[in-house]
Each structure stands twice: as C-alpha cells, then as structure tokens.
C-alpha cells in the first residue's frame, strides 16, 4: 500500500512500474541497464479514488495524465533502478497528495490608491518619451 494522505492509500496492484534504459549518467551500461523507472496509475480505472478525488486529480494533472485516463511519473536521476523506484514512488506521492489538498480561498484585496497613481503617472511618462521620437521630418527647420 501506498500511503497518500489520511485518507487514500493506493494498493501495490493499481500501480504498475516499468523500466528502460535512461538517457542520464550511466558510464559503459548505460546502453545495456534499464535504470530508468515509470510509474503507470490509472486514474479512470481506480477502485479507491473516490468521484470527487478523480475529478480533481484529472483537472490539476491534466498535463500528466493520456487520453486513457493514465499518470505517468518517470525518475532517471539515478544509477540504479532501485533508487528510481524509490524516488518515482515519493514523486508519485507528493504529486498526489499536492493535487488533493484544498486550495486555500483567496482573500480578495484592493490596489492602494498610490499605486494605482504611481502606474498612471508612468504610462503617461512612456508615453511622453515615446511622443518625443517623432519623426524628425515633421519638425520645421
């Protein structure tokens, strides 16, 4: 079991690791060792994702997530396919549990009056400047 939050735990069954040969360091094996590891989920298919958590983790992943409705997180920062199963698990985790946490409710804030001036004032001393590059054609000589 992966333990995501207090309440989700993804069993070892739904997820399903791959390895292949990383495109990172390596030395002589790095043609022949398949260090590099992907972890498959799918997200359409889960039996313990409720439709609430789904529905989040496919809006907020979007990018990471095929049209299958699979999450694909990949680690070859490592020699050993060992270490990259290690970490693509912890990126795994954190991926999920940053995409259920609730968002904090944004508190809505005014612009102080003196910025608001302070902006103004500058769009009018651009646009001054820019009025002095006329073309000098125009001036009588």
């Known amino acids: 079991m992966l333990v995501i939050n207090s309440q989700l735990e993804i069993p070892e069954d739904e997820i399903v690791l ?81 995409a259920l946490t609730d968002e904090p409710p944004r508190v809505p804030t005014r612009v102080p009056r003196r910025e608001k001036h302070r902006r103004l004032e500058n769009k009018r001393h651009r646009s001054e400047v820019k009025r002095g590059r006329g073309d000098s054609r125009d001036e009588p000589a």
Do not use: M, Y
Request: proline share 2%.
């Open 18 to 98: 791959e390895a292949s040969p990383s495109s990172g360091p390596g030395g002589q094996n790095v043609n022949r060792v398949h260090t590099r590891v992907s972890l498959l989920f799918d997200v359409a298919a889960s039996s313990v994702l409720t439709e609430g958590q789904r529905a989040r983790i496919t809006e907020r992943l979007a990018s990471r997530i095929s049209k299958e409705g699979i999450l694909r997180v990949v680690s070859e920062r490592h020699r050993t396919q060992g270490q990259n199963r290690e970490d693509v698990r912890e990126r795994f985790q954190t991926l999920l549990a940053a």
